[in-house]
C-alpha cells in the first residue's frame, strides 16, 4: 500500500500536480482498504511511512492533500470494521472533506494556488450565458459561490469515496453494510419544494423585485440546485432504462446533461419526482403494464 501511493505521488509530480488538481482522494483507498483489513493500530504504521515518503517526493500542498486522505481512510475503514450505518460513514467523510475544502480555498487560498480572480470571471461568464444583470455584486455572488461549489464537491466526493470503497472492499471479501438499491434513493419532498421554489425565484428575477443580495443568494442557489436536480432527474432514467432492460441507452442520458434545453427538461423530472414521488408511480404503470398486458410476459 505505501508502495501504490508512492507510485501515485510520484506520478502526479511528472504530471505537475494534475492528479492532485482533479482527483487527489484516490490517495485515500490505500490505507482505507488495508485498515479495513487489518485494523486502526496496524494501520498507523503505513500511514506514517506515506506521510514520510511524500516528504521525499511531493510538494507541501500534495503532503497535505495526502494527510487529509489519511484521516479519511483511516476513519472510514475502522468505520467498516465496526460496522458503522452508511449514513455514518457518508457523515463522517463529508465533515473531514468539506473541511479540506474549505482550509484550501478559504484559510490558505494563496498557498494552494486558489486565484480569487478565476472565479470573478467564471461568474461574470455564467451571468452572461444566463442572460442576468451584470450590476449585481461580483463580491457577494463569488463568496456564495465558492461557498456551494465547495459544499457540491463535497457531496460528489463523498459518493465517489463511498461508493468506490463500497466495490473494493467487496472484491477483497470485506463485509460491507450494503448499499441502497438505486431504485430506493429517495430525498425528501422538501427538497423538491426548495429547489422549485429557488426556480421560479431566479426564473421571474425580472419581475420580482429583489434587492442585490438577494438577488445574489438566489443566484448562486440556482447554480447548486440545477446540477442537483439535473443528476436527480437523470438517476430516474437509468431507472426506467434499468426497468426496461435498455441499458445501451444510458449513454444517450449522459450526453444529454450537457445540453441546454434537454437538461432542463431532465432537471423538470427530478424535481417532479422529488415532491409527488413520479418514480413510484411510473413503475406502477410499468408494473401494470408487464402484468396485464397482451403479451402476457414477465
Not at 127 to 135: A, I
Not at 162 to 190: C, G, Q, W
Not at 263 to 291: C, E, S, T, Y
Request: with cysteine.
Amino acid at each position: 500500500m505505501v508502495a501504490i501511493v508512492g507510485m501515485l505521488l510520484f506520478i502526479n509530480r511528472q504530471l505537475a500536480g494534475m492528479l492532485e488538481l482533479m482527483m487527489y482522494w484516490i490517495l485515500t483507498f490505500p490505507i482505507l482498504m488495508y485498515t479495513a483489513r487489518y485494523g486502526v493500530k496496524s494501520a498507523l504504521v503505513p500511514a506514517v511511512s506515506m506521510v514520510l515518503l511524500s516528504f521525499m517526493i511531493a510538494q507541501p500542498t500534495t503532503i497535505f492533500y495526502l494527510v487529509s486522505c489519511m484521516v479519511i481512510g483511516i476513519l472510514y475503514g475502522a468505520g467498516v470494521r465496526k460496522k458503522w450505518k452508511n449514513g455514518t460513514l457518508l457523515s463522517m467523510t463529508a465533515l473531514f472533506t468539506f473541511v479540506s475544502y474549505f482550509i484550501t480555498t478559504i484559510v490558505f487560498a494563496a498557498f494552494f494556488g486558489y486565484d480569487p480572480s478565476e472565479d470573478v470571471e467564471l461568474v461574470k461568464t455564467l451571468m452572461e450565458v444566463l442572460n442576468v444583470n451584470l450590476s449585481l455584486p461580483l463580491g457577494t455572488i463569488v463568496s456564495f459561490v465558492v461557498f456551494f461549489t465547495a459544499v457540491l464537491m463535497t457531496i460528489l466526493q463523498t459518493m465517489c469515496i463511498h461508493m468506490i470503497a463500497n466495490t473494493v472492499l467487496k472484491r477483497m471479501h470485506i463485509e460491507v453494510v450494503p448499499m441502497k438499491n438505486i431504485f430506493d434513493i429517495k430525498v425528501s419532498p422538501y427538497i423538491g419544494y426548495g429547489i422549485l421554489a429557488i426556480y421560479v425565484l431566479f426564473l421571474l428575477r425580472n419581475v420580482i423585485k429583489l434587492n442585490q443580495d438577494a438577488y445574489a443568494i438566489v443566484f448562486a442557489l440556482y447554480l447548486f440546485a440545477k446540477p442537483f436536480a439535473i443528476g436527480y432527474g437523470a438517476l430516474i432514467l437509468l431507472c426506467i432504462l434499468l426497468l426496461k432492460k435498455k441499458r445501451a441507452w444510458s449513454i444517450v442520458i449522459m450526453i444529454s446533461l450537457f445540453i441546454p434545453i434537454i437538461n432542463d427538461i431532465i432537471a423538470v423530472i427530478g424535481i417532479l419526482d422529488m415532491i409527488v414521488d413520479l418514480r413510484l408511480r411510473l413503475f406502477q404503470r410499468l408494473k401494470r403494464g408487464v402484468m396485464y398486458g397482451a403479451t402476457r410476459k414477465h
